[in-house]
């Protein structure tokens, strides 16, 4: 995980705004609208440049869809260390797990086939509570 400190700046200030209003995972293009629907003027080159910034500097957190769509969740200051996600597909809401039977599988098939610096990602997929029929 970088440990890049993100410089501050008004848009960027307004994008994490909203991914942190939002309680979940959002894409980029629903910050996006976010902000347009806040009379935000920034565009969404801007909203990408500045979630992948809280990416890199541990601020935020990053999933891929099972449709292959980036989306992003703040997490503020950089957490305690490696974690999966359960992800909700319809609300984006997020809990963040502990995988400790993953991590000694992914250290065992690296050490089998003499791999190193190995990583991983492992997002879990179903619907919450409250968006359950």
């Known amino acids: 995980m970088a440990t ?4 501050a700046t008004r848009q960027g200030d307004a994008v994490r705004d909203a991914l942190r209003a ?22 969404l080159s801007t909203v ?5 910034s809280f990416a890199d500097a541990g601020l935020a957190d990053v999933i891929h869809t099972s449709e292959g769509e980036t989306t992003y969740r703040y997490c503020g200051e950089p957490g305690p260390g490696h974690h999966h996600h ?4 319809d609300c984006g809401r997020a809990e963040e797990i502990e995988g400790r039977a993953i991590e000694r ?6 050490e ?9 990602t492992v997002e879990l ?7 359950s029929p």
């Open 4 to 7: 890049t400190r993100h410089r």
């Open 22 to 43: 939002a309680g979940g995972f959002r894409s980029a293009q629903d910050v996006y609208a976010t902000l347009r629907s806040q009379g935000a003027s920034a565009g």
């Open 48 to 52: 990408y440049r500045h979630l992948q």
């Open 86 to 89: 359960l992800v909700c597909r």
């Open 105 to 110: 599988w992914a250290g065992t098939v690296a």
């Open 112 to 120: 089998k086939y003499g791999y190193t610096e190995v990583d991983h």
């Open 125 to 131: 997929f179903g619907r919450c509570a409250a968006c």
